[in-house]
């Protein structure tokens, strides 16, 4: 069955023709051109829009817009965007950060969506022509949103507070065993005074780890310190088994590679 392309110059525009039965989003293409491609009939027209304020990356005041067409690849090298670069990195090989957008992360089924991950511990909120919804909001309640997302924003992270790790199998390109994107505050004493913890594959979208996020406020970053949060680290998930590892693997390896993270 051929697919139809609609191209317009507004959001708005797209959204309306969004309306019509069968009607997907077209971003980077690397979700739901390979949906197609793989048979599935529910997708009968392509909706686009080419807004240039969709793949606009602006900063200000230490606050970061990303447009929802902005790609892995523009992050992964944009001066000013460093902290981000390994997450982005980490989405796919060179051909798909040239496609992959921010806004077609943030619908990867788990074990993709890496970079959504990261988005996830930066608290960033998600931008749609109906206004901004928290990263956590918008995430559990995805596969009902219509609404196209414009841009993601947050801000920077601290020097040396956001860690970011992909586990696979396959390297450099390996589809996620797990990820995991922690963003630290410390007090004077070395104490921990805020922690975010997201996880990937540990459910069927990125989810924050807050049993473990709890279990790390007061303490040092040592072995002793931690040892709480890694006991807690799996709490509440639901990892996902897959061709590439089981839940009980996932479950497993998790305190293992959050505990080599928290330790630097």
Known sequence: MALALQTFTTVKDANAALTAAGSRY????????????????SVATLVRATDPALSTIALSCGKVRIGASATMAE????????????????VGGPAIR??????????????????????????????????????????????????????????????GSFRFLKVSRVKPKGVSVLSIAIVLEQAGNGTVSSARIALGCMADRPVRARAAENALLGKTLDQDGIAAALAAATEGAAPITDPIASAWYRAEVLPVHLGRLLLG
């Open 26 to 41: 077209l971003g980077g293409g690397t979700l739901v051109v390979r949906a197609a491609n793989e048979g599935d009939i």
């Open 75 to 90: 992050i992964a090298r944009h001066p000013e965007l460093g902290t981000l670069a390994k997450a982005a990195r980490a």
């Open 98 to 159: 040239n496609m992959a957008t921010v806004g077609g992360n943030l619908f990867a089924p788990s074990p993709y969506g890496d970079f959504a991950v990261a988005l996830l511990a930066l608290d960033a909120t998600v931008g749609t022509d109906d206004g901004d919804t928290p990263i956590e909001t918008f995430l559990a309640g995805r596969d009902n949103s219509r609404a196209i997302v414009t841009s993601v924003s947050f801000m920077l992270p601290r020097a």
